[in-house]
């Protein structure tokens, strides 16, 4: 893909620190769950945040 730029990263780490147990490993059970928690309106934004997340939840399963 390449490189994502730090809103999308800072955000995503802020909804994991806060609702990260809320989060799964699967990209569409993310997306409406980033839409209830945030205000994003882009449905891009929306998704490189959901894809960012589930990207960091399927590699803490495999780290641990």
């Known amino acids: ?7 999308i990263k800072s955000l995503a ?7 990260g147990d809320q989060f799964t ?3 569409e059970v993310n997306k409406p769950l980033v839409t209830q928690f945030t205000d ?6 929306r998704n490189r945040i ?4 589930t990207r960091k ?8």
């Not at 994003?40 to 934004?45: D, G, M, Q, T």
């Open 40 to 45: 994003v309106e882009s449905k891009v934004i």
């Open 50 to 53: 959901a894809g960012y997340i």
């Open 13 to 19: 780490t802020q909804l994991l620190n806060e609702k």
């Open 25 to 27: 490993g699967d990209f």
């Open 1 to 7: 893909m390449g490189i994502r730029p730090s809103y």
């Open 57 to 64: 939840k399927n590699r803490q399963t495999v780290i641990i």
